[in-house]
């Protein structure tokens, strides 16, 4: 693990990253900025505006931060909200960012694209999912470090959200030495 680590601390330097790097300044006062929890405002400065590849690595990790200023970007997150006593809406158009955080009980924020037509997103306890093509959620970390390194470089230590069951599967023979988040008050799928 140690060697891929500096590889990626190599990776992010590449792409403009330093140790202490922020841009708070230049997105702290964007209408969506102040709605986002804490972890993730703290991802999005640090983070924000990098273009994340390792060569001869498929993944490209492109965290924009343009849309934090635009206001239907604004009103597309503030509708697509799940509170847990919130009546489920179960209309067709609603969003996966809707669908899968209606499923797990806590709100999805999109905090980056990866090439390949996935979502990178975060809920306001740190966990890094994404949502794939095809589509499923999955779960990649609860820390930024290992969840980019994961991405970049790719990792079978992830577990997947099986929408049928309302259960997390992990690889065959691992466990994770943490809960993941279900949401209590459903016994099933409603969809």
Same mark, same amino acid.
């Given at each position: 693990?140690? #060697?891929?680590?500096?590889?990626?601390?190599?990776?992010?330097?590449?792409?403009?990253?330093?140790?202490?790097?922020?841009?708070?300044?230049?997105?702290? #006062?964007?209408?969506?900025?102040?709605?986002?929890?804490?972890?993730?405002?703290?991802?999005?400065?640090?983070?924000?505006?990098?273009?994340?590849?390792?060569?001869?690595?498929?993944?490209?990790?492109? $965290?924009?931060?343009?849309?934090?200023?635009?206001?239907?970007?604004?009103?597309?997150?503030?509708?697509?909200?799940?509170?847990?006593?919130?009546? $489920?809406?179960?209309?067709?158009?609603?969003?996966?960012?809707?669908?899968?955080?209606?499923?797990?009980?806590?709100?999805?924020?999109?905090?980056?694209?990866?090439?390949?037509?996935?979502?990178?997103?975060?809920?306001?306890?740190?966990?890094?999912?994404?949502?794939?093509?095809?589509?499923?959620?999955?779960?990649?970390?609860?820390?930024?470090?290992?969840?980019?390194?994961?991405?970049?470089?790719?990792?079978?230590?992830?577990?997947?959200?099986?929408?049928?069951?309302?259960?997390?599967?992990?690889?065959?023979?691992?466990?994770?030495?943490?809960?993941?988040?279900?949401?209590?008050?459903?016994? #099933?799928?409603?969809?």
């Amino acid at each position: 693990m140690m #060697n891929e680590e500096e590889d990626f601390t190599t990776v992010l330097i590449n792409a403009g990253w330093y140790k202490g790097r922020t841009i708070k300044s230049k997105i702290e #006062n964007t209408i969506l900025y102040e709605i986002l929890p804490k972890k993730i405002q703290n991802f999005l400065c640090e983070f924000g505006e990098l273009k994340i590849h390792a060569e001869n690595r498929i993944a490209t990790m492109i $965290i924009d931060t343009g849309y934090l200023d635009n206001k239907k970007a604004f009103d597309y997150q503030f509708s697509n909200i799940y509170k847990l006593d919130d009546e $489920i809406d179960l209309s067709d158009d609603r969003s996966q960012n809707y669908y899968y955080s209606t499923l797990i009980g806590t709100q999805l924020y999109p905090v980056a694209k990866l090439i390949e037509q996935s979502e990178v997103l975060m809920d306001e306890n740190g966990n890094f999912y994404i949502i794939d093509s095809l589509p499923q959620l999955i779960w990649i970390s609860n820390e930024t470090f290992n969840a980019l390194i994961k991405i970049i470089f790719g990792s079978g230590d992830v577990a997947i959200f099986n929408e049928h069951s309302m259960e997390w599967m992990t690889p065959l023979g691992k466990e994770l030495n943490q809960n993941l988040p279900i949401n209590p008050i459903l016994k #099933n799928n409603p969809w």
